[in-house]
């Protein structure tokens, strides 16, 4: 396989991409290798050796813990849980919240084989036991995996004593975070409500 090849099957891989979109964006780089393709190759160097996972909430950053752990004017006292780093970057977005976040890494799957101790659940009831969190804001997606996920999430922080809610309304059954508007999270943020276990 030359160059060429290989640059399109690994562009394939990205969500997004077939094949034919893949050629595409191959060609628009290489024919615009010095203003492009130099410079997006240097990005990705430099992402691969400086971006790592936060080991406070599981977002990736340039430091650890990240910028939103480390923040001082964020609200300690409020977790906001998520699937996946796409869903926080979709919070983060509307500028609506102002805690702090745990990624879970994904959803609860029998049929996938992903249990509790595949994601960083664990983590999370730890967080909500010896820190001063009051609230647990529940924000996975509205999919069966989501729902059941959220589910087990607060049957396991029911013993901590914290409030957990879920976020409401603008969120589509079915719907995933990182799809919708920031009017629609805002107002789902705004709107939450307490989770039933």
Known sequence: ????????????????????SARRAALQLIKRRES???????????AARTIR?????????????CH????ETRDAALVCVVEDVADLWALERTGAFRGRYHVLGGT????DGVGPDDLRIPGLVERASAEAVKEVI???????EGQTTAHYITE???????TVTRLAH????????????????????????????
């Open 1 to 20: 396989m030359n160059e060429i090849e290989r640059l399109i099957t690994l562009l394939a891989r990205l969500p997004g991409l077939g094949p034919r």
């Open 36 to 46: 492009l393709l130099e410079p997006l190759a240097k990005a990705l160097d430099d």
């Open 53 to 65: 996972t936060c080991a406070v909430c599981g977002n990736v950053d340039t430091t650890d813990p």
């Open 68 to 71: 939103i752990c480390a923040a």
């Open 108 to 111: 609860l799957s029998a049929i």
């Open 138 to 144: 529940l924000a996975t997606n509205l999919t069966v």
């Open 156 to 162: 396991k922080l029911a013993p901590t004593g914290v």
């Open 170 to 197: 603008g969120v589509p059954v079915g719907g995933e975070l990182d799809y919708l508007d920031d009017g629609t999270l805002t107002a789902a943020l705004r709107a939450r409500r307490t989770a039933e276990g």
